[in-house]
Every structure is written in structure tokens, then in C-alpha cells.
């Protein structure tokens, strides 16, 4: 009987111990966005929203993701709001005219920065389906 408990402690343990956040996303129950920063820049409040949806995900470091965040609908670009050095930086769209809303599932929005000080000019954003 000792030995049935300490299974089962030792099971719950392990069970407490799991992080959830690399089960990764539904993908059959919505539309999920990462964001990577592909420049050489650490990103710094990055805002996303997606007109399904808003997110702050936070610092991003040069090279490196976010976690994957669920909007209720969204295009193949968006609003991007996000410092670097402290100067603030966007991509602004204009419209989703004439756009498509993906389809559910995991999706990576790529972000990369030149080294102008445009600050509407100097990020881009690339969609990648995950």
C-alpha cells in the first residue's frame, strides 16, 4: 500500500511539474500567432493586433519566439507596435480589403528590421504557416 502512494505522489510530482506551453496550440479549434523576431534586434513591447484580436506579447530577443497566442480571426499581416533602443516602430495596414482570414491553425508572423529610423519603413512582416 506504501508503495501505491508513493506512485501516486510521485506521479502527481511529475504531473505538476510538465509546462503545458509545449503542448502547443489547438489547431483545429482556432487561429493561433507566434511572433519571431528574425532581425539582429532585441523587440521590446511588442503589440499585435490583428482586428480579431490584440496582444501583448512582450520582449522579444533577437532570434528568438513567442509563445503561440489564440485571436478569434486574422489576416496575413497586421498592426505591429514594438520598440527597439526605445523608439517606437509600427506596421500600419491600411485596410484588409480584398484579404481572406486565415484558416484555423498555428501560424508564425516573422518580423524582421532594417537599420533605418523609419518608423513606419523599417519593420516587415512575413506570414508562415506552422
Known amino acids: 500500500m506504501k508503495k501505491s502512494y ?4 510521485l506521479s502527481a510530482a511529475l504531473l505538476a511539474g510538465c509546462n503545458y506551453d509545449n503542448l502547443g496550440p489547438d489547431t483545429e479549434n482556432g487561429v493561433w500567432i507566434r511572433i519571431t523576431n528574425a532581425s539582429s534586434y532585441d523587440f521590446e513591447n511588442v503589440y499585435v493586433n490583428t482586428s480579431g484580436g490584440e496582444h501583448q506579447y512582450g520582449d522579444i530577443p533577437a532570434g528568438q519566439s513567442s ?3 489564440e485571436y478569434e480571426s486574422a489576416y496575413s499581416y497586421a498592426f505591429v507596435e514594438l520598440q527597439i533602443n526605445g523608439d517606437t516602430f509600427n506596421i500600419q495596414p491600411i485596410d484588409y480589403v ?3 482570414l486565415l484558416e484555423n491553425g498555428a501560424y508564425t508572423y516573422e518580423i524582421d528590421a532594417d537599420n533605418s529610423n523609419n518608423q ?3 519593420l516587415s512582416l512575413t506570414l508562415r504557416e506552422d
Open 6 to 9: 508513493a506512485l501516486l505522489f
Open 67 to 69: 509563445a503561440y497566442v
Open 98 to 100: 480584398g484579404e481572406t
Open 120 to 122: 513606419y519603413g523599417r
